[in-house]
């Protein structure tokens, strides 16, 4: 291994040995309480160091790293106190967590550092927000996000490089090859000869190097790091190494030839810079000696304090509030001024007045910008605001919503626009995995509001018609509102975006032109987990949101004389638990009806809360009245007898005569 310090001093040189050298010892400490019994779980990275170390020693301390579970040089680097590194790989109350997260699976505003989820892929569409949002912010930074070589079989890689080199964002796409994906070999991976030859496919620039010598990789990253302050783009960084333990602990490494693993020994980043140094007369037997014994009082001392911090408490209340970034409503009443409007432009108007109130306020979305969206919502958007916060993307749902939690990390406000709401499902790792769980898991808000224009009614059969907010309404840490009428629309978009924590908001295609109202002029703001009483009766109660909403005052407007007391819930998550209890007291009689279908819909939640908690006010069993089970036809004659709205009549009728 050919070593060049450049004009490095030997104070530098001697600063990445000990970088280098801390996480190994702690390592091998880890490989003995392993051993001990005294910890259960370990992902090793000794025979790979040299990446984590010399990157991060190559980047500016204020500038984001997304790692790895193998970088363990990365938080070293950055000085995290190792005592709260090994509370964190306890469960400890004191670790990042407080118990609820493994290993290196968190992060830290304090040391921009921003930890994966199992999930390989995820963490590469959050660079992409937290660059962009350096970018528009006018802040000459990059950001480095790792990666294994297995993962960049994913999808979710494909989609974060490609929307980096689009909007020309300053990342560094750090790829860790160590050979294996567990135990499968990367001839089983890929195809090409070098992971490095996919920048090619991207358009950017890509470079490889020897990850197991520091400083190459220290030289490498710190030139592009400084070339992409001043001329924002991507690079795609391939580092060859090798990873000489086991995927983690248990699974060993009996798959690998022992000639590979005899001819990766010889690479030691460690052992072989430690030689160069002594070469060089910066390090001797003696400094070294003195070195080691320091780290390993201080190692011995720190993981022993971490052991006697005390174990987090069952807290069922503390466990709830902390799914959600707290948050205080803002006295901001309608005002009396009023615009009739459609419910498509009343979305409109908030979306432009937030925009103006927020300035780090970024919507992003298929065909939004100059297009002004599939439904001409985000109409003249782009001469108002400018491109830069009206953001048309490439079809990757699954990056837009990362990089939306990354603007989010990085100080800015995000919605995304689902073309349609059927359509996120290609992006629900990151809704349900991280926007949901991020506060929870290490206290950062999720600042993203993602727009879900749902429903049918328009014949555009299975998959531009879904009603899909069960898919969310069962994720703990995300907020669902469902709006059926104008007024509503605009007030609870408005709250969505003023809401730090992450909002599902579904908007009916099918009311954006035909569904008209007051709607108060300027900033105003409705509660999410508010319903609405819209009518009072003593027969039954209808509960009901969307466009169930317009189907039951149909039913009311065709039969007067039944008296109904109506709940629009308008938020779903949470909702109006004493509303709905209300309505079930003064009627004794309830039907639950949505146009989502039948089993599993969001009313048999409402339906099971009602039996739980309001079985003395029933004369009647709770009933509910959905659209079919089965996927949405096209044909307008089969969409309608799939619709709930067909069997509304009869679901009355039944209930009134038991």
């Known amino acids: 291994m050919i070593f060049d310090k450049k004009d490095k001093s030997n104070a530098t040189l001697l600063q990445l040995y000990q970088q280098l050298l801390y996480p190994r010892m702690i390592e091998e400490k880890m490989l003995i309480l392993l051993r001990q019994g005294r910890i259960g779980k370990w992902f090793s990275g000794i025979g790979q160091e040299a990446i984590a170390v010399g990157s991060t020693a190559a980047m500016e301390s204020d500038e984001y790293i997304l790692p790895m579970h193998r970088n363990l040089g990365v938080f070293t680097s950055r000085n995290i106190p190792l005592e709260k590194l090994m509370a964190q790989w306890q469960g400890k109350l004191q670790g990042f967590t407080k118990g609820r997260d493994r290993s290196f699976h968190f992060g830290t505003q304090e040391h921009k550092v921003i930890g994966m989820i199992s999930h390989l892929g995820p963490q590469m569409a959050l660079a992409d927000g937290i660059a962009l949002a350096d970018l528009i912010a006018g802040r000459k930074k990059a950001t480095m996000v790792f990666s294994g070589e297995g993962a960049t079989s994913e999808g979710d890689f494909h989609e974060a490089v490609n929307v980096a080199a689009v909007w020309n964002l300053p990342v560094i796409f750090l790829i860790e090859n160590n050979g294996y994906g567990l135990s499968t070999p990367t001839n089983e991976q890929f195809k090409c000869k070098n992971l490095v030859d996919k920048a090619i496919g991207y358009g950017i620039e890509g470079h490889q190097v020897d990850g197991n010598n520091i400083l190459e990789v220290y030289d490498l990253i710190e030139r592009l790091a400084r070339q992409m302050r001043n001329d924002p783009k991507p690079v795609l960084v391939e580092c060859l190494t090798f990873r000489m ?206 727009r879900m224009p749902t429903g049918a009614g328009t014949g555009a059969g299975p998959f531009h018609s879904q009603s899909n907010e069960a898919w969310f309404t069962k994720t703990p840490g995300l907020k669902v509102v469902y709006p059926a009428f104008p007024e509503d629309a605009k007030g609870l978009l408005l709250a969505a975006i003023h809401d730090p924590n992450p909002v599902m908001y579904f908007e009916h295609k099918y009311l954006y032109r035909s569904n008209n109202g007051a709607v108060p002029e300027g900033l105003y703001i409705i509660e999410i987990g508010k319903a609405r009483l819209l009518k009072e009766g003593t027969e039954l109660s209808i509960i009901t949101y969307g466009l169930g909403v317009h189907w039951a005052l149909s039913y009311l407007a065709d039969n007067p004389e039944r008296s109904v007391t109506l709940v629009d819930l308008r938020s779903l998550q949470p909702w109006d638990q004493e509303c709905v209890a209300a309505a079930v007291k003064k009627t004794g009689r309830v039907l639950i009806l949505h146009e989502d279908t039948l089993t599993c819909g969001f009313g048999a939640e409402i339906a099971a809360w009602i039996g739980e908690h309001c079985f003395q006010h029933l004369d009647a069993p709770v009933m509910r009245c959905a659209s079919l089970d089965t996927a949405i036809p096209m044909n307008k004659i089969l969409e309608d007898d799939f619709l709930a709205k067909s069997r509304l009549a009869e679901s009355i009728s039944k209930l009134l005569a038991y």
């Open 245 to 450: 333990r086991g995927h983690e602990e248990a699974s060993g490494t009996k798959y690998v030839p022992q000639e590979l693993m005899a001819q990766w020994a010889a690479k030691d980043p460690l052992r072989n810079y430690e030689n160069y140094l002594i070469e060089q007369q910066v390090l001797d037997e003696q400094l070294i000696a003195e070195i080691k014994a320091q780290f390993k009082i201080q190692i011995e001392q720190e993981i022993e304090s971490a052991f006697q911090q005390e174990e987090p408490l069952p807290n069922a209340a503390t466990e709830l509030a902390d799914m959600y970034h707290p948050y205080d409503l803002p006295a901001m009443p309608p005002s009396k001024a009023i615009t009739e409007m459609r419910y498509l432009d009343a979305i409109t108007d908030g979306l432009r007045l937030a925009m103006q109130q927020h300035e780090n306020l970024v919507i992003m979305g298929q065909d939004i910008a100059e297009y002004g969206g599939a439904f001409k919502i985000t109409e003249g958007f782009v001469k108002e605001f400018g491109k830069a916060r009206v953001r048309n993307t490439p079809i990757c749902e699954s990056a837009i919503v990362g990089a939306a939690l990354g603007l989010s990390i990085n100080g800015f406000k995000a919605v995304v626009e689902m073309q349609f709401a059927d359509f996120v499902s290609c992006g629900f790792n990151q809704i349900v995995n991280n926007l949901a769980k991020t506060h929870y898991r290490w206290g950062e808000k999720a600042d993203v509001v993602i």
